[in-house]
């Protein structure tokens, strides 16, 4: 947007030089232009404002050069436009800012000879969103995860960037389903059961047999009384405590979005592996507890699990992940293939006598390891 806005105030007859620390600024402007044209944007992000920022340049007839700045390196422009660029984003509502493209700069459609099916697909899947309006109750759970994050975790989340972190590398297939489905409130519970044309007997099941309300996601993750949320949540609250960082009381902030979380030293700095493991236990119980209200209502009839059931339950889900990811370590490639230090670095804090381990236990499937368990 500072691209498009610069060389909108210079006159088109001026010879313009734009710094910038973004080197995907200065790439989508010039060497991926082409490329972007030829596909018709169709897997770019923000393609509106790259369209009209190349066709405000097409009609400058003087040149327009981009000199790239290192970052955050004392340079006294880039820090200036730095405090102007966090200004903006403080903002509330965001400015209406020009990006319309006169039609004699306008390219539209995508190139026959650089479309694939992947391309394809997603061309027709983006007219067809455009045409669907937004789930009231899913931008409900969203702003309930947005809201929660932000207190917890001090960020602000893009309904975008939660959905993208249901499919992280530390949340299994799985449970990325149930989030998903959860978030869109796709599960029959419910108000669900409410419908005109269901029976009398079917919407007898709407109802949540153990506290007598009309149960939803939020009643059977945060509020039901029946036996194994509340056990399970405590659970994982003394689990944490070995690891000796921040605990946050389970909202749809720190659970349904485990994956954005944040932890900083005092210092300031990341601690990826703490929120690498705040993800996988916070998701594992966010899961079991469904899991066993499922089992509960569906295959047990209504009958309620002992204590000690759901605490061996908690235990050996936990351990299973553990050992998953130790199985994966072995075998996996690619992006989202995780390395032997790093699941040492993600565990270690909670694992069992983890320092009197071999240096290579996370490859060693001799090696027996389990969580520590509380008093």
């Not at 800012?97 to 061309?123: C, F, H, N, S, W």
């Not at 009309?214 to 949320?229: D, K, L, N």
Request: hydrophobic residues 40%; positive net charge.
């Amino acid at each position: 947007m500072a691209a498009l806005l610069a060389t909108k105030i210079a006159s088109s007859r001026t010879r313009v030089v734009l710094e910038t620390d973004s080197c995907t600024t200065m790439e989508a402007l010039t060497t991926w232009r082409q490329r972007q044209e030829d596909t018709g944007y169709i897997m770019q992000e923000n393609a509106a404002l790259i369209q009209a920022t190349i066709a405000n340049l097409r009609k400058r007839t003087a040149h327009t050069l981009f000199r790239w700045v290192k970052g955050h390196d004392g340079h006294h422009r880039n820090e200036e436009a730095d405090k102007l660029a966090g200004i903006g984003a403080t903002k509330a509502t965001g400015d209406q800012l020009p990006e319309a493209i006169p039609d004699r700069y306008r390219v539209t459609g995508a190139r026959l000879q650089a479309m694939t099916q992947k391309l394809a697909y997603r061309a027709i899947r983006n007219r067809k969103d455009r045409l669907v309006s937004p789930r009231p109750r899913a931008t409900a759970n969203l702003d309930r995860i947005t809201s929660g994050a932000k207190d917890a975790f001090g960020i602000q989340l893009r309904d975008e960037t939660i959905w993208t972190s249901f499919r992280k590398k530390h949340v299994s297939r799985q449970i990325s389903q149930f989030l998903w489905m959860a978030v869109h409130d796709g599960y029959m519970i419910g108000s669900h059961w409410l419908r005109t044309n269901m029976p009398t007997d079917l919407q007898a099941r709407a109802a949540c047999k153990i506290c007598g309300e009309c149960e939803t996601m939020t009643h059977i993750i945060f509020e039901c009384g029946a036996i194994g949320r509340e056990v399970i949540w405590g659970l994982l609250r003394d689990t944490w405590a070995h690891t000796k960082a921040k605990w946050h009381e389970p909202i749809w902030g720190t659970t349904f979005g485990a994956a954005c979380a944040v932890f900083v030293t005092s210092e300031g700095a990341r601690r990826t592996a703490t929120e690498s493991l705040w993800c996988i236990l916070s998701t594992e119980a966010l899961h079991l507890i469904w899991k066993l209200r499922c089992e509960r209502v569906i295959q047990r009839d209504g009958e309620q699990f002992t204590v000690a059931e759901v605490v061996n339950r908690y235990y050996t889900t936990i351990n299973a992940r553990l050992n998953l990811d130790r199985r994966t370590a072995a075998i996996a490639r690619g992006k989202k293939a995780l390395n032997p230090p790093e699941i040492e670095r993600i565990w270690l804090p909670i694992i069992e006598k983890g320092h009197e381990l071999p240096p290579r236990w996370v490859l060693d499937s001799g090696v027996l390891v389990g969580i520590k368990r509380g008093k």
